[in-house]
């Protein structure tokens, strides 16, 4: 059975690292209770690169944002399913208006990835 990613990518106020890493925190205590495999959040330090296309161009950065590439472990799409279900009840009541005072829901990126290549077994 092959390892399943949820992956993001949410452009952030640099003022808000600080906020955003609180929130974090929460979110890896609760996937990780609910049977999630790992989880990373991770804060854009060398965005401005000289090939592809860099994440200030794909995310439309704004000078004082940076970016959150972030990436939750999974058995199997199955697991990630069962798994989500559970962080999203317990997280139902949480106030949206808290998390847009962090990051704009409606510029973030999330999607669901199949493992191609892993060092994992």
Same mark, same amino acid.
């Given at each position: 059975?092959? @390892?399943? =990613?949820?992956?993001?990518? %949410?452009? %952030?106020?640099?003022k808000? #690292?600080?906020?955003?890493?609180?929130?974090?925190?929460?979110?890896?205590?609760?996937? $990780?209770?609910?049977?999630? !495999?790992?989880?990373?959040?991770? #804060?854009?330090?060398? !965005?401005?690169?000289?090939?592809? !296309?860099?994440?200030?161009? !794909?995310?439309?950065? *704004?000078?004082?944002?940076? =970016? %959150?590439?972030?990436?939750?472990?999974?058995?199997?799409?199955?697991?990630? /399913? /069962?798994?989500? *279900? *559970?962080?999203?009840?317990?997280?139902e /009541? $949480?106030?949206?208006?808290?998390?847009?005072? %962090?990051?704009?829901? *409606? @510029?973030?990126?999330?999607?669901g990835?199949? #493992?191609? #290549?892993?060092?994992?077994?």
């Amino acid at each position: 059975m092959s @390892r399943y =990613v949820d992956g993001y990518v %949410i452009p %952030i106020p640099k003022k808000n #690292v600080k906020k955003y890493k609180k929130m974090a925190t929460l979110g890896m205590k609760t996937w $990780m209770k609910h049977g999630a !495999l790992d989880y990373y959040e991770c #804060v854009g330090d060398k !965005l401005d690169v000289p090939y592809g !296309l860099p994440f200030p161009k !794909l995310c439309k950065l *704004k000078k004082e944002e940076t =970016v %959150i590439f972030a990436f939750v472990v999974y058995k199997s799409k199955a697991h990630s /399913q /069962q798994v989500n *279900k *559970k962080v999203h009840k317990e997280f139902e /009541q $949480m106030d949206k208006k808290q998390m847009e005072e %962090i990051f704009s829901l *409606k @510029r973030f990126s999330v999607g669901g990835f199949k #493992v191609l #290549v892993s060092n994992k077994k």
